[in-house]
């Protein structure tokens, strides 16, 4: 059956830790760079990342930080990547954040007294739900008219956002100085980790890292090993072999759509329900936009997201110390997560530095 | 003899898997026309990306003018005066012929692009070798016989004395292949060399001054045209005797498998592309659409299975209503489509074999259940079909866009034939195969006629419908306009109904389609 010269393939395994290697080496190469930016400010960039480190991974209440802060963003990572699977761009997962945020902080409230995993269950299906129907509409016109989604999901962010700055200024305003929601009863929360791993100390991280990486892990499944993960990434691909092969390109796009905005609506939820226990204005440090860089440096690998959001809380939850130990300003992540962006998107650069020192093994593999 | 313009010695080049280019020795000398024949996936194309620099070769040298060259880019390439023209051409749509000529080559005054210059320079070029093109006009809008037409001048306009086409004739109408070769012939005769990739025996015939004839990666022989004919050629490229002509018993016809009444299509400007087609087609039956490019056939066989709107009439396919059916619907009530545009339309070209294989029957067992789809089972099929269909490839894990053409279309058709279908729609089955897939394709059609299943047949190429086709339906502007029975018409005759059958195109029309006849007796 197969020709005289075609080979058993040797790619698989290779092309797998190519793929791999292209983010990792991006990291390095953003670390390096930013090491020379510190350099000529003045400071010591040894002393910086080891301090860095120190204060993401030195310890168990370090770690809990780290994972506290790669929380949402493994949702919103996920939520980016469901969509560019599909071939759609969700820049607006702040937004559905925002609404799942909003329903948690609701639903919080109303359902004092019940159970604990009961409200847990209600609440995450609940912002889910939510966050899906904040996508739904951008979905639909995305689907009937072709209104672009990168237009009308951004849009929804600025009406969610804003109808939830009214509503924790007015309708939903507890009492007190601070315009914000009440606080949620502890039924209603998300449990401590160091409940269970009590090694974490007294860190904030909470049930919501274990949820996100669960659901990563369900995510990747579905896109792999179902039939609507088949049709996500067929339509993703190529839409008009997809329409000829009898998937429907608007159902698709609609149900993509909406699953990354259910994603994106469980950020809210976590962030809600296990870090500030309430709802306000300046609830998320922007983890909807910060969702795409992580889906870019994983490459939409759901397994990926993970890695990359833990990349990334590190980075946050170590500048901290960084600042009060190397005395570097804690602003410089933002440049190593700029240039993290950077270099992922310009791939081609990595991907020469990896040509130039696997050369040899290329050459073998032949 | 003098100098060889390119000289490649031994030239390899590897891909995982695959050795695409083994020990290749070659030469080209200036003022000839080599003709670089071989199948699909035979190794032409990388053999050539190696010369015009987008390939590094992994070992053997290129002599360029006699001195040993590495090749490092197509800019190297342009410099050392070697221009290659793609089989996708690689032109800005929204440009002007000559802002695509002179892109990245700018004549510029006071650091401004002087585009009177430029447009005077590609009027000259174009006087010199008889290359008629307005330069003002955008290549959006021009036919694809005059953008390569671009392309080849812009190769020219950058000092290009060796001209690689690497399958140029794969999009053109037959018109446009005669004029190509016009043309190709004076730029001969102006003192550059061309290399022509192909796996089209008749055009190597009577185009090419020398033919390399590659397989599985290497040079397997070397001729000229007049020491050869078709069949010989052709023995050489597929390395066994090919039979041209497909044998083919009489049809039976059962039972009506598809019928069509009075069929109203738009096309995407909402212009009637076809306007009134009514025809049957029986179990055991194929059934061919014969006509020109563009005269509604596309619209018809969108409309057909569900990919585009009808606007009146109807559609019945074993009895069960399709005419407003989705594409799916039609999948369920027993079509199968071979799509025109294989890689648009036909494969998920990022998806591996197995994605590709269950396309369409991904909801159905035992692909899938309850919505999880079983590998297992998938990959068992899948290496099934790859074995049944003949399907050139390392595994069944590598992605679709790594097969060749011929591969490619050998995998839709192991997927669509696979579904067992009652119709069969195969638009346009063997575009851009060479004829060890195009004999594969035909047989495997009539196969499936054999098997008491309705087939519809489009095809552009006379010599497939009059092999296949036990009725011929020639389609002009939307109408069918003539119906003849297996072997009834001449090739002349269908071409004079194809083109509209206007009184003085006759003698044209018979002139033009007798030139191409002697292809089918090889």
């Known amino acids: 059956m197969a020709g005289p010269t075609v080979k058993p393939p040797r790619v698989a395994t290779g092309a797998l830790l190519r793929e791999f290697m292209v983010p990792v080496v991006s990291v390095a190469i953003a670390i390096l760079i930013s090491s020379v930016i510190i350099l000529l400010a003045g400071f010591d960039p040894i002393a910086a990342f080891a301090a860095m480190l120190k204060g993401s991974f030195g310890g168990g209440r370090q770690i809990g930080e780290t994972m506290l802060r790669a929380t949402p963003l493994m949702f919103t990572g996920l939520a980016v990547a469901y969509g560019f699977r599909a071939g759609l761009f969700n820049i607006g997962a702040e937004g559905q954040l925002f609404m799942g945020g909003l329903s948690a902080a609701f639903l919080g409230i109303a359902l004092a007294g019940m159970p604990r995993p009961l409200n847990i269950v209600l609440m995450i299906v609940a912002g889910a739900a939510i966050g899906a129907a904040w996508a739904f509409i951008p979905a639909l016109l995305k689907a009937k008219v072709g209104a672009h989604e990168v237009i009308t999901t951004m849009m929804f962010t600025f009406i969610g956002r804003y109808l939830v700055s009214w509503l924790v200024t007015g309708p939903l305003r507890a009492d007190g100085q601070i315009p914000q929601t009440e606080r949620l009863p502890v039924e209603s929360t998300l449990p401590r980790m160091h409940e269970v791993l009590p090694f974490l100390a007294q860190s904030r991280a909470h049930l919501g890292f274990v949820v996100g990486v669960l659901l990563a892990l369900f995510i990747w499944w579905v896109l792999k090993y179902t039939s609507l993960g088949y049709e996500s990434r067929a339509v993703g691909f190529n839409p008009w072999a997809s329409e000829t092969g009898g998937i429907s390109v608007p159902a698709t796009t609609i149900k993509a759509l909406c699953i990354s905005g259910a994603l994106a609506g469980l950020a809210g939820v976590t962030e809600v329900m296990g870090v500030h226990l309430r709802l306000f204005d300046q609830f998320s440090a922007g983890f909807g936009f910060t969702g795409i860089a992580v889906a870019l440096l994983a490459k939409n690998n759901p397994i990926g997201v993970i890695a990359a959001a833990i990349l990334f809380g590190a980075l946050s939850a170590g500048a901290g110390t960084m600042q009060l130990e190397a005395e570097v300003p804690a602003k410089v992540i933002f440049i190593i997560q700029a240039l993290i962006i950077f270099l992922v998107a310009a791939e081609q650069l990595a991907r020469w530095v990896i040509r130039k020192g696997g050369r040899q093994e290329v050459e073998h593999a032949g | ?522």
Do not use: W
Request: glycine residues 10%; hydrophobic residues 40%.
């Open chain 2, 1 to 522: 003899m003098a100098t060889p313009l390119i000289e490649l010695r031994e030239v390899t080049k590897r891909f995982p898997g695959v050795l695409a280019n083994d020990r290749v020795s070659l030469s080209l000398h200036p003022g000839e026309i080599v003709a670089l024949l071989g199948e699909n996936g035979a190794g032409k194309s990388t053999l050539m990306n190696v010369v015009y620099g987008l390939l590094d070769a992994d070992g053997g040298e290129i002599l360029v003018d006699g001195s040993p060259m590495h090749i490092r880019s197509p800019r190297h390439a342009i410099d050392l005066g070697i221009g290659m023209v793609h089989q996708h051409f690689m032109l800005v749509p929204p440009l002007t012929v000559t802002e695509n000529i002179v892109l990245g080559n700018e004549p510029t005054r006071a650091g401004a692009i002087d585009f009177r210059a430029a447009r005077e320079a590609v009027r000259e070029i174009s006087r010199r070798y008889g290359l008629a093109v307005d330069p003002d006009a955008v290549v959006r809008d021009l036919p694809v016989g005059t953008q390569q037409r671009v392309e080849i001048l812009k190769a020219l306009y950058r000092g290009a004395r060796v001209l690689i086409l690497d399958e140029p004739t794969a999009v053109l109408t037959p018109q446009e292949v005669r004029e190509l070769f016009a043309v190709v012939r004076s730029l001969v005769a102006e003192g550059l060399s061309v290399v022509f990739i192909t796996h089209k025996l008749e055009e190597v015939m009577s185009v090419a001054d020398r033919v390399v004839v590659m397989r599985d990666g290497r040079v397997v022989g070397e001729t000229r045209p007049a020491d050869t004919d078709t069949a010989g050629l052709a023995r050489m490229m597929v390395g066994r005797e090919v039979i041209f002509r497909v044998e083919k018993k009489p049809a039976t016809c059962g039972d009506t498998v598809l019928e069509i009444d009075d069929l109203h299509v738009l096309d995407e400007r909402k212009l009637e592309a076809v306007r009134g087609v009514s025809f049957s087609i029986c179990a055991g039956e194929v059934v061919a659409l014969a006509g020109v490019s563009g005269n509604g056939q596309t619209e018809l066989v969108e409309a057909l299975t569900g990919l585009r709107k009808v606007k009146s009439g109807s559609m019945r396919l074993k009895g069960t209503d399709i005419t407003h059916a989705h594409a799916r619907e039609t999948i369920e009530a027993g079509l199968s489509h071979v799509p025109e545009d294989r890689h648009r339309r036909g494969l998920v070209l990022e998806f591996d074999l197995m994605e590709n294989t269950i396309l369409g029957d991904h909801r159905l067992k035992p692909f899938a259940s309850h919505g999880v789809l079983d590998f297992r089972s998938i990959a068992e099929v899948t290496r099934r079909r790859i074995a049944d269909y003949d399907v050139r490839t390392p595994s069944e894990k590598v992605k679709a866009s790594a097969l060749s053409g011929g591969n490619q279309q050998k995998l839709v058709l192991a997927r669509e034939l696979g579904r067992d279908p009652d119709l069969l729609v195969a638009a346009q089955p063997t575009r851009g195969l060479d004829v060890g897939a195009i004999e594969f394709v035909h047989n495997q059609i009539l196969a499936e006629r054999d098997r008491g299943k309705a087939v519809l047949l489009i095809s552009l190429e006379l010599e497939e419908v009059q092999t296949l086709a036990d009725r011929i339906l020639v389609i002009f502007e939307g109408r069918i306009v003539r119906e003849f029975a297996a072997g009834e018409a001449s090739d002349e005759e269908l071409g004079y109904y194809m083109t509209g059958a206007g009184g003085d195109k006759l003698a044209e029309t018979i002139e033009e389609v007798g030139a191409d006849d002697g292809r089918t007796d090889g």
